[in-house]
DNA sequence: TTGAAAGCGCTAACAC
DNA sequence: GTGTTAGCGCTTTCAA
């Protein structure tokens, strides 16, 4: 590999020049001898040192994405927001999959001491004191989720709006009898969700029963638990809403399971868009959140934090939006 | 963060004695010295910094799995399996998620001579010429999927022993009208997978007719069509076999629009299991792969190449296994 | 068994 | 506008 030593006995100059010239930050340069630099830098296939250049001003120029599990739905659009804004500001982006068997705040903060990287961004929190060990360790964090804990360091989506869409679409389109299905009991996302889908529906004088109110452990099977509440009810619900898209998949194939048709017996809509959206059978209806946005501006904010400047939490735009497929039909 | 410095100075000793020590690779360092140093390290807290000694050493200690899309069922697995690996043998894994903007091999190497890490493994072939290039870079890479461009530098699962097991287990339990979902038209892989599985058949006097031959485009739409064809066929299949377990949600979903129940009317085998294929109803009989032992072995391998030993491309075993669960029943 | 010293490639004062 | 210089934290050869 060419380094700027290399340019420089090739051109002549000091490195110092080079050095300067590749930075790309400083006029104090001849435009003759720039225009050299840079043509030398292209022809060997110059790139600079990560490793030299991090040791130096003591930041290795990377950040992470961390995560626990890398099939849910919903990554590959933030994955990919924040990939196009780390390549627009230089930046390195890796995603990191820390394993069941560490302590994921203490192996990222080891990364992150041995200079591999500068700032992690993360969705879920992987177990309670995650936050705390973050700051602790004084590692320059963003997370995707809204938590209490967070303080100012989140860029998250407005999900009270995304689940008020989805309750007033229902709604818009005849229903009355009304289920939800959340996920992950008892988290504040959770509970969050929760109240904007019921709060909307209230303002329209729509109550949600207590016997229609789920909350689905994915890890287990309690679909057919659910598909089966819903199916055999004596008052049947006419509509059914789920807390992502995933759990609408589910929800249709358990319910399939106790001859329930999709949208014939009862309309699902889920929540967040994904291709198997689109690929399901029925098409699943659903409530698309700006993912790519969010992920662009959780890796502009970690650069900022990493800037020292630190300006406030954040909710992205725009608005929820409906994406009308198959699986919900309106009621007569 | 400590450095050496600081531990020799707590010690009273000198830097290359603490670097010995922490390296763990010499002896000659008297028993006392060595404890004392390792004790301050521990209380310390002391990480060695992977800038200055990838810098010395030209090795950053990371490596790399590259992939497009996060979300194949597969990946967990593999994922985990190579972290576990790369924790025993001091590496550092990342994932590197190349965009539909950049040129993947492009992009690694840019990285690579950026020094921020020192192999990459991966599963598909991002384009044409992709080995070409890394091999062009001497960027050291292994492929987890088999293809003829990649010489020795492969580890992969036996698809061939795969796609037999899944034939023979629809032979074994009485079907004779069987069908087959690949995928990937025109692909090595999709070849060899084909031809294993109608191999298999045919030992047993069994062809799968042309017309039950399919090959599924992901991307698009075409499991309707896979499925009208399925369904309204005169002679129906009793079962059918997909190449993959997403390749069997589809299909099971798109059986459901055509009104053919699974497995009352036709049987579903997928290949390679992940938690959907549980959670799926009904839950999807499929062709278990050692996929955390591909992981493992693909990190082991790299660590080899970097070491200067090379190794022929390399079968993963033990063999696959049927896992039984729903949607496969017998035929009278 | 331990220490001294050079240098990996780069940046950033500072001097000219 | 350009060069000189010190040093980031570490490894490794050589000498003691």
């Known amino acids: 590999m060419a380094t700027l030593k290399d340019i420089a006995a090739h051109c002549g100059v000091d490195i110092s020049t080079v050095s300067r010239v590749i930075q790309g930050r400083d006029i104090r340069v001849s435009k003759v001898t720039r225009a050299k630099i840079l043509e030398a830098a292209e022809s060997l296939h110059y790139r600079p040192n990560a490793l030299a250049r991090g040791l130096k001003t003591r930041r290795s120029g990377a950040v992470v994405f961390a995560l626990s599990n890398t099939t849910r739905y919903v990554y590959p659009e933030i994955i990919d927001g924040a990939q196009e804004k780390a390549e627009e500001l230089g930046l390195c982006l890796f995603l990191y999959c820390y394993s069941p068997r560490q302590a994921a705040a203490e192996s990222l903060i080891d990364l992150s001491h041995e200079g591999r990287f500068d700032g992690v961004m993360f969705h879920d929190l992987p177990h309670e004191s995650f936050i705390e060990e973050l700051r602790a360790a004084s590692l320059p964090f ?24 989805q309750a007033n679409y229902l709604a818009d389109i005849g229903h009355r009898r009304i289920g939800f299905v959340g996920v992950k ?45 819903i199916g055999s009810g004596v008052r049947r619900p006419t509509a059914v ?70 300006p406030g939490g954040e909710v992205v735009g725009p608005p929820p939006e409906i994406v009308e497929r198959e699986s919900c039909t309106p009621l007569a």
């Open 185 to 229: 009991p008892d988290s504040e996302i959770s509970r969050r969700c929760r109240s904007a889908f019921c709060g909307a529906l209230e303002e329209r004088r729509i109550t949600v029963a207590p016997n229609l109110m789920f909350e689905c452990d994915f890890e287990g099977l309690d679909f057919v638990r659910v598909a089966t509440e």
């Open 241 to 310: 809403a789920t807390a992502s898209l995933a759990t609408a998949v589910h929800l249709v194939a358990a319910l399939k399971g106790q001859n329930v048709r999709v949208p014939e017996d009862v309309s699902i809509i889920g929540y967040h868009d994904a291709p198997m959206g689109a690929w399901h059978r029925p098409a699943l209806t659903t409530v698309r959140m700006p993912f790519r946005i969010q992920g662009r501006r959780a890796v502009e904010r970690l650069y900022d934090i990493l800037n020292g400047t630190e």
């Open 142 to 165: 963003v997370s995707l989720n809204r938590y209490e804990s967070v303080g100012e360091r989140y860029v998250c989506l407005d999900d009270e709006a995304g689940f008020r869409a």
